[in-house]
């Protein structure tokens, strides 16, 4: 469904006012950075489905 080096927008913007993100790793759980302030967490699959908006093209 998501691929690696992938823009998406979520629902909820983060604390820093930016709602994109970049996913960097893919496996049981996805890693994804802040495209402003490049802050990284760790979700799961079904968290992460909940949260995003859309993918950016």
């Known amino acids: 469904m998501y691929e690696l080096n ?3 927008i979520t629902k ?3 604390a820093c006012g930016c ?3 970049t996913i960097i790793r893919i ?3 996805y890693k994804i950075k802040c ?3 490049g802050r990284i ?3 799961e699959s079904e968290k992460l ?3 995003v908006k859309k993918i950016k093209e």
Do not use: S
Request: with cysteine; hydrophobic share 40%.
């Open 6 to 8: 992938q823009t998406i």
């Open 12 to 14: 909820k913007a983060h």
């Open 19 to 21: 709602n994109e993100w």
């Open 27 to 29: 496996g049981a759980d």
């Open 35 to 37: 495209n402003q302030c």
């Open 41 to 43: 967490i760790l979700l």
């Open 49 to 51: 489905n909940k949260m």
